[in-house]
Protein backbone atom coordinates (compact mmCIF):
# COMPACT_ATOMS: atom_id res chain seq x y z
CA UNK A 1 0.00 0.00 0.00
CA UNK A 2 1.36 3.68 -0.75
CA UNK A 3 2.10 6.36 1.89
CA UNK A 4 -1.18 8.12 0.74
CA UNK A 5 -3.37 4.74 1.25
CA UNK A 6 -1.83 3.81 4.65
CA UNK A 7 -2.16 8.13 5.74
CA UNK A 8 -5.91 7.42 5.11
CA UNK A 9 -6.25 4.65 6.74
CA UNK A 10 -4.64 4.88 9.57
CA UNK A 11 -6.88 8.73 9.58
CA UNK A 12 -10.29 7.55 9.09
CA UNK A 13 -8.79 4.73 12.69
CA UNK A 14 -8.79 7.85 14.16
CA UNK A 15 -11.49 8.97 13.24
CA UNK A 16 -13.71 6.27 13.96
CA UNK A 17 -12.47 6.03 17.67
CA UNK A 18 -12.27 9.55 18.47
CA UNK A 19 -15.82 9.78 17.36
CA UNK A 20 -16.65 6.55 19.10
CA UNK A 21 -15.20 7.68 22.27
CA UNK A 22 -17.07 11.04 21.91
CA UNK A 23 -20.77 9.57 21.77
CA UNK A 24 -20.14 7.24 24.70
CA UNK A 25 -18.75 9.72 27.16
CA UNK A 26 -21.48 12.40 25.65
CA UNK A 27 -24.69 9.91 26.16
CA UNK A 28 -23.13 9.16 29.90
CA UNK A 29 -23.28 12.47 30.97
CA UNK A 30 -26.48 13.32 29.26
CA UNK A 31 -28.43 10.32 30.85
CA UNK A 32 -27.30 11.15 34.24
CA UNK A 33 -28.38 14.59 33.77
CA UNK A 34 -31.48 13.90 33.16
CA UNK A 35 -31.41 11.27 36.00
CA UNK A 36 -30.24 14.52 38.52
CA UNK A 37 -32.53 16.74 36.54
CA UNK A 38 -35.40 13.77 37.15
CA UNK A 39 -34.62 13.37 40.72
CA UNK A 40 -34.33 16.54 41.79
CA UNK A 41 -37.62 18.26 39.99
CA UNK A 42 -39.67 15.48 41.10
CA UNK A 43 -41.82 15.53 38.25
CA UNK A 44 -42.35 11.41 38.36
CA UNK A 45 -44.74 10.00 40.90
CA UNK A 46 -42.84 6.39 41.35
CA UNK A 47 -39.38 5.69 40.54
CA UNK A 48 -39.99 2.60 38.59
CA UNK A 49 -41.75 5.47 35.85
CA UNK A 50 -38.65 7.80 36.53
CA UNK A 51 -36.65 5.29 35.24
CA UNK A 52 -38.59 3.89 32.55
CA UNK A 53 -38.85 7.79 31.43
CA UNK A 54 -35.29 7.97 31.84
CA UNK A 55 -34.00 4.91 30.05
CA UNK A 56 -36.40 6.08 27.03
CA UNK A 57 -34.44 9.73 27.04
CA UNK A 58 -31.13 8.06 26.81
CA UNK A 59 -32.24 5.86 23.88
CA UNK A 60 -33.11 8.58 22.08
CA UNK A 61 -30.02 10.53 23.18
CA UNK A 62 -27.94 7.30 21.55
CA UNK A 63 -29.49 7.19 18.00
CA UNK A 64 -29.56 11.20 17.93
CA UNK A 65 -25.36 10.41 19.01
CA UNK A 66 -25.19 7.66 16.19
CA UNK A 67 -26.72 9.60 13.58
CA UNK A 68 -24.49 12.60 14.46
CA UNK A 69 -21.10 10.30 14.61
CA UNK A 70 -22.07 8.28 11.35
CA UNK A 71 -23.00 11.35 9.49
CA UNK A 72 -19.39 12.71 11.04
CA UNK A 73 -17.23 9.65 10.11
CA UNK A 74 -19.07 9.36 6.59
CA UNK A 75 -17.85 13.48 5.85
CA UNK A 76 -14.42 12.55 7.10
CA UNK A 77 -14.03 9.65 5.12
CA UNK A 78 -15.17 11.97 1.78
CA UNK A 79 -12.59 14.11 3.16
CA UNK A 80 -10.10 11.78 3.17
CA UNK A 81 -10.83 9.93 -0.49
CA UNK A 82 -10.40 13.59 -1.55
CA UNK A 83 -7.17 14.21 0.04
CA UNK A 84 -5.64 11.41 -1.73
CA UNK A 85 -6.71 12.44 -5.36
CA UNK A 86 -10.00 9.99 -5.42
CA UNK A 87 -13.76 10.97 -6.18
CA UNK A 88 -16.29 9.46 -3.58
CA UNK A 89 -19.23 9.50 -6.20
CA UNK A 90 -17.11 6.96 -8.49
CA UNK A 91 -16.91 4.82 -5.11
CA UNK A 92 -19.35 2.26 -5.44
CA UNK A 93 -20.52 -1.12 -3.55
CA UNK A 94 -19.01 -4.03 -5.20
CA UNK A 95 -22.04 -5.56 -7.29
CA UNK A 96 -23.15 -9.33 -6.40
CA UNK A 97 -22.43 -12.23 -9.22
CA UNK A 98 -25.99 -12.80 -11.12
CA UNK A 99 -26.55 -16.67 -11.74
CA UNK A 100 -25.88 -16.07 -15.29
CA UNK A 101 -22.23 -14.88 -14.03
CA UNK A 102 -21.46 -17.91 -11.91
CA UNK A 103 -22.43 -20.11 -14.29
CA UNK A 104 -20.42 -18.95 -16.74
CA UNK A 105 -17.50 -18.90 -14.31
CA UNK A 106 -18.25 -22.34 -13.55
CA UNK A 107 -18.07 -23.56 -17.43
CA UNK A 108 -14.70 -21.73 -17.91
CA UNK A 109 -12.88 -22.96 -15.12
CA UNK A 110 -14.39 -26.45 -16.33
CA UNK A 111 -12.83 -26.09 -19.21
CA UNK A 112 -9.44 -24.82 -18.41
CA UNK A 113 -9.23 -27.42 -16.09
CA UNK A 114 -10.09 -30.20 -18.29
CA UNK A 115 -7.45 -28.82 -20.52
CA UNK A 116 -4.96 -28.90 -18.01
CA UNK A 117 -6.05 -32.33 -17.20
CA UNK A 118 -5.25 -33.74 -21.04
CA UNK A 119 -1.93 -31.61 -20.58
CA UNK A 120 -0.95 -33.55 -17.72
CA UNK A 121 -2.08 -36.88 -18.26
CA UNK A 122 -0.36 -36.69 -22.16
CA UNK A 123 3.00 -35.20 -20.86
CA UNK A 124 3.50 -36.13 -16.97
CA UNK A 125 4.36 -39.88 -16.55
CA UNK A 126 4.78 -41.91 -13.59
CA UNK A 127 9.34 -41.44 -13.04
CA UNK A 128 11.22 -45.04 -13.99
CA UNK A 129 13.36 -46.47 -11.61
CA UNK A 130 16.76 -44.58 -10.97
CA UNK A 131 19.30 -47.02 -9.47
CA UNK A 132 21.14 -44.42 -7.90
CA UNK A 133 18.18 -43.62 -6.05
CA UNK A 134 17.48 -47.11 -5.31
CA UNK A 135 20.92 -47.61 -4.38
CA UNK A 136 20.22 -44.81 -1.31
CA UNK A 137 17.54 -46.77 -0.61
CA UNK A 138 15.75 -43.49 0.76
CA UNK A 139 13.93 -43.24 3.89
CA UNK A 140 10.21 -42.86 2.79
CA UNK A 141 8.44 -44.13 6.04
CA UNK A 142 8.79 -40.11 6.98
CA UNK A 143 8.04 -36.95 4.35
CA UNK A 144 10.84 -36.86 2.00
CA UNK A 145 10.78 -33.23 1.89
CA UNK A 146 9.54 -30.28 4.17
CA UNK A 147 5.81 -28.69 3.67
CA UNK A 148 7.22 -25.51 2.24
CA UNK A 149 10.14 -26.51 -0.13
CA UNK A 150 7.59 -26.49 -2.57
CA UNK A 151 10.95 -24.69 -5.12
CA UNK A 152 12.57 -28.33 -4.46
CA UNK A 153 10.57 -29.19 -7.77
CA UNK A 154 9.51 -26.15 -9.52
CA UNK A 155 6.92 -28.12 -12.04
CA UNK A 156 5.26 -30.04 -9.20
CA UNK A 157 5.18 -26.09 -7.28
CA UNK A 158 3.27 -25.00 -10.71
CA UNK A 159 0.80 -27.35 -10.59
CA UNK A 160 -0.04 -27.47 -7.36
CA UNK A 161 -0.40 -23.70 -7.11
CA UNK A 162 -2.27 -23.46 -10.26
CA UNK A 163 -4.06 -26.77 -11.14
CA UNK A 164 -4.36 -28.53 -7.56
CA UNK A 165 -7.18 -30.83 -8.65
CA UNK A 166 -4.93 -32.17 -11.54
CA UNK A 167 -1.83 -32.54 -9.70
CA UNK A 168 -3.60 -33.89 -6.62
CA UNK A 169 -5.40 -36.87 -9.44
CA UNK A 170 -1.54 -37.27 -10.52
CA UNK A 171 -1.17 -37.67 -6.73
CA UNK A 172 -4.12 -40.41 -6.70
CA UNK A 173 -2.62 -42.49 -9.38
CA UNK A 174 0.48 -42.84 -8.17
CA UNK A 175 -0.50 -44.43 -5.24
CA UNK A 176 -3.17 -46.32 -6.24
CA UNK A 177 -5.95 -45.24 -4.10
CA UNK A 178 -7.88 -43.71 -7.38
CA UNK A 179 -7.82 -43.39 -10.91
CA UNK A 180 -6.91 -39.67 -12.33
CA UNK A 181 -10.16 -39.29 -13.61
CA UNK A 182 -12.05 -40.32 -10.68
CA UNK A 183 -9.94 -38.20 -8.54
CA UNK A 184 -10.09 -35.40 -10.72
CA UNK A 185 -13.58 -35.21 -11.10
CA UNK A 186 -14.20 -35.48 -7.17
CA UNK A 187 -11.87 -32.22 -6.77
CA UNK A 188 -13.89 -30.44 -9.47
CA UNK A 189 -17.30 -31.65 -8.10
CA UNK A 190 -16.67 -30.13 -4.67
CA UNK A 191 -14.81 -26.36 -6.38
CA UNK A 192 -18.01 -26.08 -8.41
CA UNK A 193 -20.15 -26.25 -5.00
CA UNK A 194 -18.05 -23.41 -3.55
CA UNK A 195 -18.05 -21.12 -6.50
CA UNK A 196 -21.98 -21.96 -6.48
CA UNK A 197 -21.87 -20.42 -3.19
CA UNK A 198 -22.52 -23.72 -1.03
CA UNK A 199 -19.89 -23.23 1.63
CA UNK A 200 -19.47 -27.30 2.21
CA UNK A 201 -17.87 -27.38 -1.20
CA UNK A 202 -14.70 -25.93 0.91
CA UNK A 203 -14.95 -28.02 3.93
CA UNK A 204 -15.75 -31.19 1.98
CA UNK A 205 -12.14 -30.27 -0.58
CA UNK A 206 -10.34 -30.14 3.49
CA UNK A 207 -11.80 -33.37 4.26
CA UNK A 208 -10.96 -35.29 1.46
CA UNK A 209 -7.29 -34.28 1.06
CA UNK A 210 -7.01 -34.75 4.74
CA UNK A 211 -8.26 -38.07 4.28
CA UNK A 212 -6.17 -39.36 1.51
CA UNK A 213 -3.07 -37.50 3.45
CA UNK A 214 -3.75 -40.39 5.71
CA UNK A 215 -3.88 -42.77 3.68
CA UNK A 216 -0.82 -41.97 1.51
CA UNK A 217 0.61 -42.06 5.68
CA UNK A 218 -0.94 -45.64 5.92
CA UNK A 219 1.08 -46.62 1.83
CA UNK A 220 4.13 -45.88 3.59
CA UNK A 221 3.89 -47.27 6.84
CA UNK A 222 4.63 -43.41 8.00
CA UNK A 223 4.54 -43.03 11.88
CA UNK A 224 1.13 -41.69 13.12
CA UNK A 225 -0.56 -43.04 10.68
CA UNK A 226 -4.60 -43.38 11.70
CA UNK A 227 -3.10 -41.77 15.08
CA UNK A 228 -6.28 -38.63 15.89
CA UNK A 229 -3.46 -36.16 16.62
CA UNK A 230 -1.81 -36.56 13.11
CA UNK A 231 -4.39 -36.62 11.17
CA UNK A 232 -5.53 -33.31 13.15
CA UNK A 233 -2.28 -31.76 12.33
CA UNK A 234 -3.02 -32.72 8.43
CA UNK A 235 -6.15 -31.07 8.39
CA UNK A 236 -4.39 -27.99 10.03
CA UNK A 237 -1.69 -27.82 7.58
CA UNK A 238 -4.51 -28.21 4.75
CA UNK A 239 -6.32 -25.52 5.93
CA UNK A 240 -3.39 -23.18 6.14
CA UNK A 241 -1.64 -24.28 2.37
CA UNK A 242 -3.49 -27.00 0.57
CA UNK A 243 -1.35 -26.37 -1.72
CA UNK A 244 1.85 -26.70 0.27
CA UNK A 245 0.56 -30.30 1.40
CA UNK A 246 -0.19 -31.32 -2.44
CA UNK A 247 3.14 -30.47 -3.31
CA UNK A 248 5.37 -32.48 -0.16
CA UNK A 249 3.11 -35.53 -1.43
CA UNK A 250 3.74 -35.03 -5.20
CA UNK A 251 7.51 -34.70 -4.18
CA UNK A 252 7.53 -37.93 -1.92
CA UNK A 253 5.70 -39.76 -4.36
CA UNK A 254 8.24 -39.02 -7.27
CA UNK A 255 10.92 -40.29 -4.75
CA UNK A 256 9.32 -43.35 -4.49
CA UNK A 257 8.89 -44.12 -7.99
CA UNK A 258 12.30 -43.30 -8.52
CA UNK A 259 13.17 -45.65 -5.69
CA UNK A 260 11.09 -48.22 -7.00
CA UNK A 261 8.88 -48.45 -3.63
CA UNK A 262 6.12 -50.89 -3.80
CA UNK A 263 3.63 -48.30 -3.26
CA UNK A 264 3.86 -46.54 -6.47
CA UNK A 265 6.04 -49.12 -8.28
CA UNK A 266 2.45 -51.44 -8.41
CA UNK A 267 0.61 -48.89 -10.05
CA UNK A 268 3.11 -47.71 -13.00
CA UNK A 269 2.17 -50.23 -15.61
CA UNK A 270 -1.98 -49.63 -14.87
CA UNK A 271 -1.00 -45.66 -15.48
CA UNK A 272 0.80 -46.03 -18.71
CA UNK A 273 -1.33 -49.36 -19.79
CA UNK A 274 -3.77 -46.87 -22.36
CA UNK A 275 -0.62 -45.91 -23.45
CA UNK A 276 0.67 -49.00 -24.50
CA UNK A 277 -2.49 -50.29 -25.55
CA UNK A 278 -2.73 -47.48 -28.06
CA UNK A 279 0.64 -48.36 -29.65
Known amino acids: ???????????????????????????????????????????????????????????????AQNSAAESTLRTSLFELI???????????????????????????????AGIAALVFRKYQKIPAADESVIAKNPDLKHWSSGPFDCFADMPICLWSCCCPAVRWAGNMEMVGLLTFWAAFGLFMGFEVLGMAGISIGGLAIILMLTYFRNKIRVKFGMEGANECGTVCGDCVF????????????????????????????????????PAQAAI
Open 238 to 273: VCCCSCCAISQEARHLKLAAEANHEAVAAQRGVAEA
Open 1 to 63: MSFPGRFCALAFFAVYCHAAVDKEESCNVMGQALIQQTNAKGTLSSKSLATEEVVKAVDTTKR
Open 82 to 112: QSAGLKPENIQAVPQMTAKQIAVNIVLSLCL
